[in-house]
Protein backbone atom coordinates (compact mmCIF):
# COMPACT_ATOMS: atom_id res chain seq x y z
CA UNK A 1 0.00 0.00 0.00
CA UNK A 2 2.84 2.62 0.53
CA UNK A 3 5.73 2.34 -1.43
CA UNK A 4 9.38 4.35 -0.82
CA UNK A 5 11.84 5.10 -3.68
CA UNK A 6 15.14 6.82 -3.49
CA UNK A 7 17.27 8.13 -6.15
CA UNK A 8 20.32 10.23 -6.03
CA UNK A 9 22.67 7.94 -5.35
CA UNK A 10 25.77 7.63 -7.44
CA UNK A 11 29.76 7.73 -7.11
CA UNK A 12 31.72 10.58 -6.08
CA UNK A 13 35.36 11.55 -5.51
CA UNK A 14 36.16 12.20 -2.01
CA UNK A 15 35.51 15.80 -0.75
CA UNK A 16 32.57 16.01 -3.66
CA UNK A 17 28.46 15.89 -2.81
CA UNK A 18 25.49 14.36 -3.59
CA UNK A 19 21.77 14.62 -2.62
CA UNK A 20 19.55 11.93 -1.80
CA UNK A 21 16.10 11.90 -2.28
CA UNK A 22 12.95 9.64 -0.87
CA UNK A 23 9.13 9.76 -1.91
CA UNK A 24 6.80 7.89 -0.17
CA UNK A 25 3.49 7.00 -2.18
CA UNK A 26 0.38 5.19 -2.08
CA UNK A 27 -2.30 5.01 1.33
CA UNK A 28 -1.03 7.64 3.62
CA UNK A 29 -3.14 9.38 5.89
CA UNK A 30 0.18 11.17 7.95
CA UNK A 31 3.84 10.57 8.44
CA UNK A 32 5.72 10.38 11.75
CA UNK A 33 9.15 10.20 10.92
CA UNK A 34 11.32 10.27 7.77
CA UNK A 35 14.75 9.36 7.67
CA UNK A 36 17.99 7.33 6.03
CA UNK A 37 19.67 4.29 7.55
CA UNK A 38 22.74 3.03 5.79
CA UNK A 39 24.59 -0.39 5.26
CA UNK A 40 27.94 -1.71 3.99
CA UNK A 41 28.42 -5.85 3.30
CA UNK A 42 28.74 -7.36 6.80
CA UNK A 43 27.70 -4.57 9.64
CA UNK A 44 24.56 -3.50 10.78
CA UNK A 45 22.32 -1.12 9.41
CA UNK A 46 23.10 2.16 11.03
CA UNK A 47 21.10 5.61 11.35
CA UNK A 48 22.10 8.19 9.59
CA UNK A 49 19.50 11.32 9.89
CA UNK A 50 16.28 11.82 10.84
CA UNK A 51 13.53 14.23 10.61
CA UNK A 52 10.65 14.23 12.46
CA UNK A 53 6.90 15.78 11.97
CA UNK A 54 7.50 18.77 13.67
CA UNK A 55 11.00 19.39 11.58
CA UNK A 56 13.24 18.21 14.89
CA UNK A 57 16.04 16.30 13.47
CA UNK A 58 18.84 14.26 14.96
CA UNK A 59 22.08 12.94 13.30
CA UNK A 60 24.97 10.13 13.67
CA UNK A 61 27.74 11.81 14.64
CA UNK A 62 30.18 10.52 11.84
CA UNK A 63 27.60 12.71 9.51
CA UNK A 64 27.43 15.91 11.78
CA UNK A 65 28.38 18.99 10.03
CA UNK A 66 28.34 17.25 6.48
CA UNK A 67 24.99 16.06 6.24
CA UNK A 68 21.81 17.89 6.06
CA UNK A 69 18.33 16.37 6.13
CA UNK A 70 15.43 18.06 4.93
CA UNK A 71 11.60 17.20 3.97
CA UNK A 72 8.55 18.31 1.83
CA UNK A 73 5.41 17.63 3.95
CA UNK A 74 3.30 18.39 0.68
CA UNK A 75 5.00 16.05 -1.26
CA UNK A 76 5.81 13.56 1.07
CA UNK A 77 9.59 13.44 0.51
CA UNK A 78 12.67 13.81 2.10
CA UNK A 79 16.25 14.66 1.15
CA UNK A 80 19.60 14.74 2.55
CA UNK A 81 22.30 17.23 1.64
CA UNK A 82 25.81 15.03 1.55
CA UNK A 83 29.03 17.41 1.50
CA UNK A 84 32.35 16.32 2.32
CA UNK A 85 31.66 12.65 1.80
CA UNK A 86 34.62 10.40 2.17
CA UNK A 87 35.12 6.90 1.26
CA UNK A 88 33.96 5.57 4.44
CA UNK A 89 30.57 6.94 3.64
CA UNK A 90 30.78 4.22 0.70
CA UNK A 91 27.32 2.19 1.31
CA UNK A 92 24.01 1.25 0.63
CA UNK A 93 20.94 4.14 1.35
CA UNK A 94 17.64 3.30 2.81
CA UNK A 95 15.06 5.63 3.46
CA UNK A 96 12.92 4.54 6.08
CA UNK A 97 9.63 6.32 7.22
CA UNK A 98 7.18 5.77 10.18
CA UNK A 99 3.55 6.20 8.21
CA UNK A 100 -0.12 5.76 9.38
CA UNK A 101 -2.00 4.37 6.32
CA UNK A 102 -5.67 4.61 7.74
CA UNK A 103 -8.12 6.57 9.10
CA UNK A 104 -10.00 4.21 11.29
CA UNK A 105 -6.31 3.10 13.11
CA UNK A 106 -3.64 4.78 14.84
CA UNK A 107 -1.14 1.92 13.96
CA UNK A 108 1.77 3.32 12.35
CA UNK A 109 4.20 1.03 10.21
CA UNK A 110 7.78 0.83 9.30
CA UNK A 111 8.56 1.35 5.80
CA UNK A 112 11.85 0.70 3.76
CA UNK A 113 12.92 1.83 -0.10
CA UNK A 114 15.14 -0.84 -1.89
CA UNK A 115 17.78 1.29 -1.37
CA UNK A 116 20.05 3.27 -3.55
CA UNK A 117 23.98 2.92 -3.51
CA UNK A 118 26.31 5.79 -2.65
CA UNK A 119 30.75 5.09 -3.68
CA UNK A 120 32.91 7.56 -2.80
CA UNK A 121 36.58 7.27 -4.17
CA UNK A 122 39.48 8.13 -2.30
Known amino acids: QVQLMESGGGLVQAGGSLRLSCAAS????????MGWHRQVPGKQRELVAV???????DYADSVKGRFTISRDNAKNMVYMQMNSLRPEDTAVYYC????????????????WGQGTQVTVSS
Open 96 to 111: NARIRSSYFSVTVTDY
Open 26 to 33: GVIVSINS
Open 51 to 57: INSDGST
